[in-house]
Structures are given as C-alpha cells and as structure tokens.
C-alpha cells in the first residue's frame, strides 16, 4: 500500500499552509497541557452524556465516542470545491429518487440495470407514483468523503436514509471553543452552529400543502435504547421539535397526530429516525413496535412529510453506488466533480472472477450492509477469514461489492506516544429544502484510532475530530 | 406537551423523592436502633422501616431476617426491590434521558452525575457505617441539588407543573406511610401506655421527614404524640404535611387548568382532598380514628395518581 497522504505535512518536512498556526501552537504547547485537556474534554462528554450504544454486547453499555482534540483543518479553497461536487451529487441522488419511482428514464436509457432496482429489498414499489413535496426525497445526506492526495475528493459511501453523527460535528466543537479558546482566537473558522437552524428551515419548506402556516414537526426516534438516541434527543432540543416515540402519535382519517397533555395535535413533517421497515407495522415488518399503524396511508394521502422519504435506500445501496458518476452525467449533463472508489461489482461474472483472484488486496462490503460491519480488509485479514469470505462471495455474488484498499489520508492524532499521524474520512451533511440546497462548512471528521487501521466508525473503535473550515 | 413526557417528568419527580424519603427512613432507623433496648422498646424498628417503604411482603421472599444488614441492603442497594434507591436512581437516570429535551441542563447534570457515582463509587453497596452515612447524606444532596435546580431553572408551565405534582403525591405518600405504621405510638396519652420510651420513636418519626427542628419552633413544647400528628397531617407550614403537600396539589392542578383552558376530574379530587384535611382538626381525627383517617388519605391519594394519569399523561 502507498505511503497515505496526510494533511498536515508535506514529505520533506513542511507543512501545508492550512496548518501552519496549529503546529506552531503545538511547538507551545507542553504535552501534559494537552494530555489535561483531552481528559476535561472526556469529563464533559461524560456529563453532558453524550453516549451511544453498542449492538451485540452482552452489557448494554453507554460508550463515550473517543474524541481527540487536535482539529483536522481544510482550507476555504478546498471546501468550496467539496461543497460544490456535495450539491452536484445530491442533486442527482434526488434526481435518480425521482425517477426511479416516476419515469424511469435511466432503466429505459440502460444506464442502470432493471433488476438492481426491482429486485433490491430496499425498492419500495409502495412509492410507485407517490408525489413528494418539491420532488425531495432526500431531505438530509451525510456523503463519506475520502481523501487520497491534495487534489480530489472520492466518496465512499453515500447515505441517503438516516444518516448520523451531525450532534457530534456540533458537540465537539461546543466542547473545542470551550477548551480551546485561544486556538479558535488564532484561526478563523468557519462557525458550524447555524445547522439547526437550516435543518428546520429545510423541513418546514417541505411541509404538506394540507399542513397550517406554520408546520408542526416533530422527531420520530425508536427510542432510548436506540444507538443514535442521545443524537436525536440533542437535535430536537436545538430545534425546539417535539422528540416522538411511534407510540406517541396516532394515525387517524388519514392526518397524524401525537398525544399531548392538551389532547391531539396534529404533526405535518416527520424527521424519522426510524428505518423504513419499521415505520408502520400495516405496510411493512408487522412486528414493528416502533412505527405507527397507518403512517404511510397517510403519508399516500399527502398529509404527512416525511424527512427523508420512504424508499431512498436505492439511492445510497451499495449496488447501486458505482453507478453514480453515470448517474450524475445522465440527469445533470455535467462531469461528477467528487469521484467514486474505483468499484468491482461482483454480480458480473468477469468483475468476480477478479475479486476472487485479488481478496487479499481488495475492500469487500455487503451491498446491504452498514456501520462497518461484514467488511472484508484483504490486507488486515487473516488467511482464515479470506477463505471465509471467499465461500460468501461465491454463495451469493450480488451480496457484495469490492473496491481497492484506499490509503486514506491521515492527520495528526493524540496516541499513547504522542502525536502521530491516524486515517481519517468526513461526514459533511447536505440539507435540502423546497428552495435550496446548504452545507454547513465542515461535517464529522471520523478517525480511525489504531496504528494503520481503516476502519473509523464508531462500532468498531473509532473516533472523532473537530472539523475546521478555514474562513479565508 | 407529549403526555410521555408529562408522564415521565411526574415519575422523574417521584422516583428522585421516593430515595430521599428511603435515606431518609434509614437513617432515622439507625438512629433509633444505635439506643440500648431500654430507651425504644422490643419492636424490631427495621421491620418497620420495611412496612413504610410498602415493602414487607417482597422483603420477605428474599431474607429470613429483618435486621440492619439485610435492610440497608434492600432497601438501598437491591436491584430485586423495584424500588430501592438504587432503582430510583437508574429509573430516574432512564426517564431523565427520555425527556432530556423537557428538562433543564442542570436537571440533567444532577441525575446524571448521580448516576455516574451510583456506579462508580456505590456499585458494591456499603461496607462500614461511615460509608453508609456517606451514601444517604449524598442521596439527600442529589434530591436536593435536582429540587433546586428544578425551582431555579425551569420554565413556570406545565412540564414545571407536572414534576411539582410528582413531588408533591410522592410526599404525601411517604408521609402517609410512617404515620400508618407509627400511629399507635402516637394516640393520646391516655388510650396507650405512654413511657419514656416513646420518646425516641417520636423524634424518629420527625427525623424521617426532617421536621425534628421545625416541630419546636411551631409549637414551642416537648415532643407530644397529638401535636406530632398535627404537624404532619394538618399543618400546611411543614412542606412534608398532608396539608402542605396538598395545597401544593391544589395549585399546581389549577395552573393547568388555568394553562390548558379546562378543568378536570383531577382538579376535582384534589380540591376535595384538599377540603377535607382543611376542616379537620385533631379531635375529630382521633375520635374518628387516626388509622381509618390515614388509610382513607392513602387510598384517595393513590386514586389522585391515577386521575392525573388518565386525564393527562396517556
């Protein structure tokens, strides 16, 4: 694997002006400084709560999300370029929702092929036809972006259904200016806190036209138990939203309501927390018991938005992803400004063939799968999970995909020795409303904590960093 | 608001004064029980403890004895006993979480750090009496701290509203509770055989809903049964009386009438709670008899619970 580009230094010892202030502060900076800071900041996740829940642990554990303190840092110049391919791609992700389960001009046009679509779980024919306001199906995308050297941007992963991680992005750098001030004193950053405030925007303008001038909206979360639940607490707390529970809201004459101390009220946006599978126990899994019945009749009849909508796991599979820059070019007519990790689809026989030949070089991922589980690193595996893997991928190919093993790019990161340099990726989130499309500057650096490990999500022992936008 | 959020704001409530309340009845218990037998007789005070934490009957399935050990035990640190302190707590931390965004950062901070400390310093429970001293001196802080940060905090309206009333049933509850035990002790002199005895299960009972001090500024006397009773149930000075607890009722209801533009069955009741202990005084108590009067106060009080449930918070 080639020597991964970092962020802040140049090979031959500069730096890379974007830095220049922070490795001059931390020439200042004695390590135990530091070392204190780290641990007041942990305190503070402590307290504030700041949680998540680990699935299959015996002990339902509430785990911190390791923060490191050192800010990963962007120039203006870089991220205006990253905003502009995030709209570009977002655009055609709403564009493809859109047509997908209206026209279907791009299955005519045999960009993408039938059966990926008809026969994906994640397909909902339940929206054949169904009118969404302002054709937004995608009302919140948090696009995982790469970096392999100083001139692109790659995505790896776009998640179009619930994607999280937008309370940490806020929190840590809540918890940042209040740490470090006279860094922030040093640096113009760009400020981050105006995203509750888009967010609303973005989810009143996509209102029912059935709903009252002023839109009730509400958080459907599955609870406290929920791994994202202390995420969707903050979030309606920052947007003055009711925080809901299926249990509490009630479908009735096609209109939702929830049940509050004063009776009934009507709800007419929905942010959903909740996966499409579990939202209404009438339409899909029965065993739901964290849905509410009749949701999506009502949500046919146009009296309820729901954020994102039903059915955008077909823009975000897997499967589908490395057809994204065809899918960009069909709908937009322009060239895709962020570009995709060179993909081995391993349903095509020849493309397999490949795969098989080269699993211990290679990233293979479950077209299904998400938060880092069911991954196969080809270079970290033993031989004993390779041969694994390989029985898998032969018993069902249209299960996986296959991408090369990126070097991501690293950035200096607190270790047990000192500063070194750990992989890194970003979660920016892009908002769209009935109008327009907004991106707060910046988004969830994610860091992957181990010596040379790629994997950064928080399930598997990542951690996070505060994201700094340069204000040039 | 949600009616699971008022639902879970008025337990929060409950469940933080229920553990006052419990450290409160142990520690008073270990007062009692530290004097020679001459001085409190031959009942077994931690048998008592139990009957007024409503929690006899459970005890008995696990323990054989009810002695110091196994009290503390039960009642602090169990996790059996649905409702010892240690419950409280992980209830409260577990309904703070699903309403964070109804309740005040320092609200959180309280149950939270509470939480943090029941695992980190108390998860073993308590091996000295100076360790337990130290566990219900910071249970009393931490409803404290969240009564506190409750009153200096939060918004006057319903959310408000629905954790005072939480409050407030609980204590009239608890306060109940040691006067159905303890009523015998305090008849009139010459329906049972006083002693000197007596004394110490007096102050006890004063000491388990802090009013030892308050009892002679109101009245200015030695400790006398009649007048204790008085304190505790008609006496609406004493924030734990029956009288306070329900004028509190009383008025919390009647803001959320005023707010919500109706009044209910809830209201109704409470008045009528209210009413009652306003034209009673002690004579008529005693004649009538203080442990019918009692029991009837737990029974309408818990009926109380109920109507504010159905009417409000489902």
């Known amino acids: ?472 | 608001m949600l009616s699971r959020t008022a639902e879970n704001l008025y337990w929060l409530a409950r469940y933080v004064e229920r553990a006052e309340y419990l450290a409160r009845t142990i520690d008073a218990t270990l007062r009692v029980t530290a004097l020679p037998a001459a001085y409190v007789g031959k009942t077994n005070e931690w048998d008592s403890a139990l009957l007024t934490a409503g929690v006899a009957a459970s005890f008995y399935q696990t323990y054989e004895e009810a002695n110091e050990h196994n009290v503390v035990d039960y009642l602090s640190f169990s996790v059996d006993n649905p409702s010892s302190i240690r419950n409280c707590i992980e209830a409260a931390r577990l309904n703070s979480r699903s309403v964070r965004t109804a309740l005040t950062s320092e609200m959180w901070d309280t149950i939270n750090s509470a939480w943090i400390e029941l695992q980190a310093v108390w998860s073993k429970g308590t091996s000295t009496r100076e360790d337990l001293a130290k566990f219900l001196r910071f249970v009393q802080e931490t409803s404290l701290r969240f009564d506190g940060s409750a009153y200096r905090t939060m918004l006057r309206n319903d959310a408000y509203w629905f954790s005072r009333m939480g409050v407030h049933l609980e204590r009239a509850d608890n306060t109940a509770r040691i006067l159905d035990v303890k009523y015998h002790v305090l008849l009139p002199e010459e329906e049972h055989v006083g002693g000197p005895l007596d004394f110490y299960q007096w102050s006890s009972i004063l000491r388990s809903v802090s009013a030892l001090t308050a009892y002679h500024w109101v009245y200015r006397e030695t400790l006398k049964p009649w007048l204790i009773a008085d304190l505790l149930i008609l006496n609406d000075t004493l924030p734990r009386s029956l009288a306070s607890c329900y004028g509190n009722l009383v008025r919390n209801l009647d803001q959320i009438g005023v707010a919500y533009g109706r009044q209910g069955p809830a209201q109704r009741h409470a008045r009528g709670i209210r009413n009652r202990l306003e034209h009673s005084n002690m004579n008529d108590i005693f004649q009538h008899g203080v442990h019918e009067f009692i029991q009837e106060f737990i029974t309408d009080n818990s009926r109380l619970g109920e109507i504010i449930t159905k009417q409000y918070l489902i």
């Open chain 1, 1 to 472: 694997m080639a020597v991964a580009f970092d962020e802040m230094n140049i090979p031959g010892g500069e730096l890379r002006p974007a830095y220049e202030e922070l490795a001059r502060w931390l020439k200042e900076t004695p390590p135990e400084a530091l070392e204190y800071r780290r641990q007041e900041a942990e305190l503070l996740f402590r307290r504030i709560g700041i949680t998540f829940a680990v699935y299959g642990e015996a002990e339902s554990t509430e785990r911190l999300i390791p923060f490191d303190v050192i800010p990963r840092i962007m120039s203006g110049k870089e991220w205006a370029l990253l905003e502009k391919g995030l709209k570009q791609r977002v655009r055609a992700l709403n564009m493809f929702l859109r047509d997908i389960y209206h026209g279907r001009d791009i299955l005519r046009a045999e960009i993408v092929p039938d059966d990926l679509i008809f026969q994906n779980p994640v397909f909902r024919p339940e929206m054949n036809g169904q009118q969404v306001p302002h054709d937004v199906y995608v009302h919140i995308a948090g696009i995982d972006i790469v970096r392999v050297d100083a001139n692109d941007f790659i995505v790896l992963e776009d998640n179009a259904r619930t994607p999280s991680g937008v309370s940490y992005m806020l929190e840590n750098r809540e918890i940042m200016m209040r740490l470090f001030p006279d860094l922030f004193a040093r640096h113009r950053v760009a400020p981050v806190e105006r995203y509750p405030d888009e967010l609303l925007s973005a989810l009143r303008s996509v209102a029912p036209q059935s709903a009252s001038g002023e839109p009730t909206v509400a958080l459907l979360t599955p609870g406290v138990y929920n791994s994202a639940y202390y995420e969707h607490s903050f979030l309606a707390d920052k947007l003055g939203i009711e925080l809901v529970e299926g249990r509490d809201l009630i479908v009735k004459n096609n209109e939702v309501f929830m049940r509050t101390t004063e009776g009934l009220k009507r709800v007419d946006v929905i942010y959903r927390r909740v996966d499409d599978d579990f939202l209404d126990p009438l339409t899909f899994r029965p065993d739901s018991v964290l849905g509410v019945p009749g949701l999506m009749s009502a949500y046919a009849a146009g009296n309820i938005t729901l954020a994102n909508a039903v059915g955008t796991g077909i823009a975000d599979d897997k499967a589908i992803y490395s057809y994204m820059p065809d899918i960009v070019k069909f709908y937009l007519g322009e060239e895709p400004i962020l570009k995709n990790v060179p993909t081995w689809r391993c349903r095509e026989p020849k493309d397999l063939a490949y795969v098989l030949d080269n699993l211990g070089e290679l990233v293979v991922k479950e077209v299904h799968g998400s938060g880092g589980y069911g991954m196969l690193i080809g270079p970290a595996a033993t031989k004993a999970t390779i041969e694994a893997f390989r029985e898998k991928l032969k018993r069902e190919p249209e299960g996986f995909i296959a991408q090369p093993t990126l070097a991501l790019s690293t950035c200096p990161t607190c270790t047990a020795s000192g500063l070194a340099p750990r992989h890194v990726d970003l979660r920016p989130f892009v908002l769209t409303g009935s109008k327009r499309t907004t991106i707060v500057p910046g988004g969830l650096t994610r860091v992957a904590l181990k010596e040379g490990s790629l994997v950064v999500n928080s399930s598997q022992g990542g951690g996070t960093k505060d994201t700094w936008i340069l204000d040039e």
